[in-house]
């Protein structure tokens, strides 16, 4: 079946900009999530979702940052006034969070490579 | 000093070896311990998925983890060209969904 995609896969921005990543999870999977991977570092946690809400976002870095779900499927990450400091690959996963199995097996797209100039 | 400590390498080896990859961690609440693979200019691909200490194996790929000396491996047997890549180890407290803590990851390059 389909796996995570995610959309653009590069996106080149100016400071100052606005933008928003878009994330499709593998159809079914209740548990999404965004991380961030600045180069030569691994993924660095920033929200996660459970259905449309945001069950946990201590990761966010400042209040530029913001994701929805607002149907409980796709999801899309909005950073407002970007920063040099932003360019990363920010990755989306997704996980089906059945409470009898196995447990959190997090399943990643291929990532949106964001640089702000 | 960061939660999860991971050797960036790069680590290369001959086609064929055996080769292990470690991670340290500081956080005793830690369970579930996961190994990533990721292809350059890929997202990570899940390798292996343990819970607790103790040992999994699939196929060519072992997984070991150690809670007393917070400590966990992965090892590749026979490894081959296309295993080049980099190798995540990833891990959280809780079983239900969290965000997972990552260590920098291990550049391996298998040499034909």
């Known amino acids: 079946g389909a796996g995570v995609s995610q959309t653009p896969s590069n996106k080149v921005t100016e400071k100052g900009k606005y933008v928003e990543l878009r994330c499709d999870p593998i159809?079914?999977?209740?548990?999404l999530y965004w991380y961030r991977q600045s180069l030569g570092q691994g993924p660095e946690f920033l929200i996660y979702?459970?259905?449309?809400?945001?069950?946990?976002d201590s990761g966010l870095p400042n209040d530029r940052f913001f994701a929805v779900r607002p149907e409980g499927s796709v999801s899309t990450l909005k950073i407002q006034r970007t920063e040099r400091g932003d360019s990363a690959v920010y990755l989306c996963?997704?996980?089906?969070?059945?409470?009898?199995?196995?447990?959190?097996?997090?399943?990643f797209g291929p990532g949106t490579r964001l640089t702000v100039l | 000093q960061k939660e999860v400590e991971q050797d960036p390498g790069p680590l290369s080896v001959p086609e064929g070896a055996i080769v292990s990859l470690n991670c340290t961690y500081s956080?005793?609440?830690?369970?579930?311990f996961m190994w990533y693979r990721q292809y350059s200019r890929k997202g990570p691909e899940l390798l292996m998925y343990?819970?607790?200490?103790g040992n999994k194996e699939d196929g060519r790929f072992t997984a070991q983890v150690d809670k007393s000396s917070k400590y966990i491996s992965l090892f590749i047997r026979d490894s081959q060209p296309s295993d080049s890549a980099t190798y995540l180890c990833?891990?959280?407290?809780?079983?239900?969904?969290?965000?997972?803590?990552f260590g920098k990851g291990t550049h391996l390059i298998i040499q034909p």
């Open positions: 343990t819970y607790s200490s």
């Open positions: 956080n005793s609440a830690f369970q579930y």
């Open positions: 990833a891990m959280s407290a809780s079983r239900g969904a969290d965000g997972l803590t």
């Open positions: 979702f459970q259905g449309t809400g945001a069950a946990d």
């Open positions: 996963a997704s996980s089906p969070f059945a409470h009898r199995g196995p447990g959190n097996e997090q399943f």
């Open positions: 159809s079914g999977h209740t548990a």
